[in-house]
């Protein structure tokens, strides 16, 4: 399994960024996937998940209104848009796999993508 | 929403010797319950699921226990790539939320 974050980076409050999250090594289209941030030094914080046919999507209260998560189960690819950012979005930015017939416990992450919400 | 504390903050152990981790919830989570590690800077690894799972690959050394509002994790012979932090996830109540960590660090 691999899972490879891409799009971070540094934006000004209010702005916007899109991550995506590529995925290999299993059937990207049979998994449940989610997006769970870090804030330096600080904990783990699930931001939102899609099922394995993006017909289903959750957000945590925090983002909720503001990130929208999605999925292309044909190019393999998991997204997160995220507007209207604010400096606590701060945060290294994990892309997670479901554990097989679990619902928001993560077997596989990919090594996270640093978004830096800053004038 | 659940509240999940884990004790110690830190801990200090010396390699070979048992280090036993603690995470209290604020309310029953049952076996609810998942830990990982993470190792600077590094994602976070799955340990152990429904308690007491260890997940693919997980050595035996890492042992998991109890229901309810106390919950455990247990790593006896500790090797130096133990020494990481490590954080429990509760999945009994929406939303799902975490530990604040544990430190495990070498005495």
């Known amino acids: 399994v691999q899972l490879l974050e891409s799009g971070g980076g540094l934006v000004q409050p209010g702005g916007s960024l899109k991550l995506s999250c590529a995925a290999s090594?299993?059937?990207?289209?049979?998994?449940?996937m989610s997006w769970v941030r870090q804030a330096p030094g600080k904990g783990l914080e699930w931001v939102s998940a899609?099922?394995?046919?993006?017909?289903?999507?959750f957000y945590a209260d925090s983002v909720k209104g503001r990130f929208t998560i999605s999925r292309d189960n044909s190019k393999n690819i998991l997204y997160l848009q995220m507007n209207s950012l604010r400096a606590e979005d701060t945060a290294i930015y994990y892309c997670?796999?479901?554990?097989?017939?679990?619902?928001?416990?993560?077997?596989?992450w990919g090594q996270g993508i640093l978004v830096t919400v800053s004038s | 929403e659940i509240v999940m504390t884990q004790s110690p903050a830190t801990l200090s152990v010396s390699p070979g010797d048992r280090a036993t981790l603690s995470c209290r919830a604020s309310?029953?989570?049952?076996?609810?319950l998942a830990w990982y590690q993470q190792k600077p800077g590094q994602a976070p690894r799955l340990l152990i699921y429904?308690?007491?799972t260890r997940a693919t690959g997980i050595p035996a050394r890492f042992s998991g226990s109890g229901s309810g509002t106390e919950l455990t994790l247990t790593i006896t012979s500790l090797q130096s790539e133990d020494f990481a932090v490590y954080f429990c996830?509760?999945?009994?109540?929406?939303?799902?939320?975490f530990g604040q960590g544990t430190t495990l660090e070498i005495k």
């Open positions: 996830q509760q999945y009994n109540h929406w939303p799902y939320t």
């Open positions: 429904d308690a007491s």
């Open positions: 997670a796999k479901d554990l097989h017939d679990y619902w928001l416990i993560w077997e596989s």
């Open positions: 899609i099922s394995d046919s993006g017909a289903n999507t």
């Open positions: 309310q029953s989570i049952s076996s609810n």
């Open positions: 090594g299993f059937t990207f289209s049979s998994a449940g």
